[in-house]
């Protein structure tokens, strides 16, 4: 065999041997990324969904967490009012979604008020934890 035959044969068994290494890297890349990192997921945003709906649209390998639960006059009992991570973040599969529910709007008993002058029904409504808003005059019988 000449010179160069074996000149040639060594470069195709470097090149292959070099291939094969590339490969093998290039496959425990990504075996050690699925293993270690897991796969990423994509948050959807749940504010203003009820819990239910959202269970049903919880996309595998997401878990919900409910942290909090806070009274709000615009959102309904039971409706997601923020969450952690943001919308749109990327997590890991088996990440936690931290859920903060409305308990709805408080309810408070309604202070009688019939009877007494202005001053003194507004200064009531305050004491319980009313505001007062825009008011409105009535004739009334003289």
Request: net charge positive; charged share 25%.
């Amino acid at each position: 065999m000449s010179k160069f035959w074996r000149l040639i044969r060594g470069l195709v068994v470097l090149t292959t041997i070099l291939f094969c290494f590339a490969a093998g890297v290039w496959l425990m890349w990504i075996a050690l990324v699925d293993v270690f990192h897991g796969k990423s997921i994509l948050v959807p945003d749940y504010k203003g969904i009820a819990l239910s709906n959202a269970l049903e649209q919880k996309p595998a390998g997401l878990e919900f967490k409910v942290v909090e639960q806070k009274e709000s006059r615009r959102a309904p009992a039971g409706v997601i009012i923020d969450q952690k991570p943001a919308p749109g973040s990327v997590v890991k599969r088996g990440r936690d979604i931290q859920l903060i529910l409305s308990l709805g709007a408080s309810k408070s008993p309604m202070v009688r008020v019939i009877g007494l002058d202005l001053r003194r029904a507004g200064l009531e409504l305050r004491r319980a934890g009313f505001r007062v808003g825009r008011l409105s005059y009535l004739p009334g019988p003289a």
